[in-house]
Every structure is written in structure tokens, then in C-alpha cells.
């Protein structure tokens, strides 16, 4: 799964899920910061990816290195991916 595709489908995510519009989220930003999720957002957005994609999310793995954006989650998701496929 491309990046653009795993990117797409988290933003869809947090539109149905949060009161957001895709316009509104800045694609580098901390989504905890900018008021978008809080901490329970992080455990749904994590359930959410590993039923869609089929990974397994470790407590460990929950960091800011990780979740700390769009951009780092779809980074993120796309090693998981890697890592499996390999």
C-alpha cells in the first residue's frame, strides 16, 4: 500500500470519526496540539490502522516519533508494512 493511500484513508478516518474538517488538519502538526484528537483519539487511530492494515501496535510504538502527525503516522504504518511484507 502506497503512502498516498495510507495517508488518505487516516484523514478519512479523523473526518468521520472527529470533529474536523480535512482542510483543517495540518498534515505536520501534532494532532493532540492542534485540538484535534486527545489521548483516547491516539488508542481509537491506533485500533483503527492495525484492523485496516493488519498490524500489530505495541504500547512502545505509541510515541510521539510515531504518532506525533499525519505525516509521522503515515510513515509510521507504511515501516510496519514494510516489516511485514519483508
Known amino acids: ?42 488508542i481509537e487511530i491506533s485500533a483503527h490502522l492495525e484492523k485496516t492494515h493488519a498490524i500489530t501496535i505495541e504500547p512502545s510504538d505509541m510515541s510521539r516519533q510515531n504518532f506525533g502527525s499525519v505525516t509521522r503516522i503515515v510513515e509510521f504504518v507504511a515501516r510496519k508494512l514494510a516489516k511485514t511484507a519483508s
Request: charge should be negative.
Open 1 to 42: 500500500m502506497q503512502t498516498d493511500q495510507i495517508r488518505d484513508n487516516l484523514l478519512d478516518f479523523l473526518v468521520r470519526n472527529f470533529v474536523v474538517e480535512r482542510q483543517d488538519i495540518d498534515l505536520d502538526k501534532s494532532l493532540v496540539d492542534e485540538g484535534v484528537i486527545d489521548s483516547l483519539g491516539l
